[in-house]
């Protein structure tokens, strides 16, 4: 049996994954948050990045295995000793963060061979362009989005451009102690064109 491809996103409510100047906008921090992306830790041992996240991310967890809260300190060790597979045209090495390799293809080829290797699901973190494509070629089996109590007005889309219709099965929505919900949908359908 092949692992699911998780789009796993924190979004605004009006749908942007990034602010107007494409700086990311992170969610209020609390125990639930903590909760919520220890679910990563559990659920994952493949994560997939685009080039400019990847970058972004390596940055910051590569330095928080030292951070003063214990919940940051677990979060840092599970993304620094993940395999992460990064999908760039211009890198030439992934050795900025370890246990990283750059994709060989495009994500509709890559992704197939990354759910016929076995093991945990595969999570798309924080790369708004990855995730739009791999919707597009029909590679994403689940979304589990973290929806923030805030309208951002401008920014960057998560569906905008990936230009495939799909049906979606709730799995599950919580609220959380800061107003925001996380919510989990099945793809259940490819285009009904």
């Not at 685009?50 to 003063?68: C, H, I, V």
């Not at 708004?128 to 590679?139: E, F, K, P, Y």
């Not at 998560?158 to 919900?181: I, K, S």
Request: glycine content about 8%.
């Amino acid at each position: 049996m092949s692992r699911n491809c998780v789009l796993w996103m924190v979004v605004s409510v009006d749908g942007y994954t990034n602010g107007p100047g494409g700086e990311f906008i992170p969610p209020a921090w609390s125990a639930d948050l903590d909760a919520w992306a220890a679910q990563c830790a559990v659920r994952f041992d493949t994560l997939l990045f685009g080039r400019l996240a990847w970058q972004g991310m390596a940055d910051y967890w590569q330095s928080a295995e030292t951070a003063p809260e214990a919940a940051t300190r677990d979060m840092a060790r599970f993304m620094n000793s993940t395999r992460k597979v990064v999908f760039s045209r211009t890198l030439a090495t992934a050795d900025a963060w370890r246990n990283s390799e750059i994709a060989q293809g495009d994500p509709a080829q890559v992704i197939p061979r990354l759910k016929a290797e076995g093991g945990k699901d595969i999570g798309l973190l924080a790369s708004t362009r990855l995730a739009q494509t791999a919707l597009a070629s029909g590679m994403i089996d689940e979304l589990a989005l973290l929806v923030i109590p805030e309208l951002f007005g401008h920014g960057t889309r998560l569906f905008e451009g990936h230009g495939a219709r799909r049906n979606l099965r709730l799995l599950e929505t919580r609220a959380m102690d800061t107003g925001a919900m996380q919510k989990r949908y099945r793809v259940t359908r490819p285009d009904r064109s």
